[in-house]
């Protein structure tokens, strides 16, 4: 499976998750359309931006215009859907799977473009967890990222066995399962039985 084909369904998919979930809190933040689309925006695609400043390359959204399609989409729904609550267990696992995607798609994209193993790595945990940072940080709600749900380290771990297997030469779907499925299992598990990183008492 050709590399390009690989990241370009991946940042179609993880685009679309990000930006329903980024349009979700915002709506039950009680932002207008406006706050919405900005929200749903940030939250999608500038994990994607960042992960390509650092590499020197162009933003995916510029490169591929049509990622804006699925932002569209992710707000049409949201506003049409009129739902405003709280967001549940339903947008936590939109959320853990553009973790996964985006996770895979940027260490994918780096190593496509000759980064080494810590880099890929790097990359890979960069371009999942920014755009949820910003868009809690937009939302004024307390980030994610830096208290709860492991979500840096199930993005790291996932990456990891990522590059791990890429660097062991197995077939690409394997690897892309594989990376994506311990990003999911390790934010799955941390939900579901409360766990985090140690904290200063």
């Excluded at 699925?70 to 936590?92: E, M």
């Excluded at 994610?144 to 590059?163: D, K, P, Q």
Aim: charged fraction near 10%.
């Amino acid at each position: 499976m050709h590399l390009d084909s690989v990241v370009t369904a991946l940042d179609l998919l993880s685009t679309f998750a990000f930006a329903i979930v980024g349009a979700r809190i915002a709506a039950s933040r009680n932002m207008d359309y406006g706050g919405i689309t900005l929200i749903a925006a940030t939250a999608s695609i500038s994990g994607g931006t960042l992960r390509n400043v650092f590499i020197g390359a162009q933003p995916p959204w510029l490169q591929h215009p049509w990622l804006f399609a699925s932002i569209v989409l992710a707000v049409l729904l949201t506003i049409f859907s009129k739902d405003s609550g709280p967001v549940g267990r339903f947008i936590l696992s939109l959320d853990t799977l553009g973790l996964a995607v985006a996770t895979v798609s940027s260490a994918n994209y780096a190593l496509s473009m000759n980064a080494n193993f810590v880099g890929a790595v790097i990359l890979g945990l960069i371009g999942a967890v920014t755009g949820g940072l910003l868009r809690d940080v937009l939302c004024q709600v307390e980030p994610v990222l830096l208290h709860r749900e492991t979500i840096g380290t199930s993005c790291f771990a996932g990456a990891l066995v990522y590059v791990s297997l890429y660097h062991l030469s197995a077939p690409t779907i394997v690897s892309v399962l594989v990376g994506g499925a311990v990003v999911v299992l390790v934010r799955e598990l941390s939900i579901k039985f409360n766990l985090n990183l140690p904290k200063i008492k």
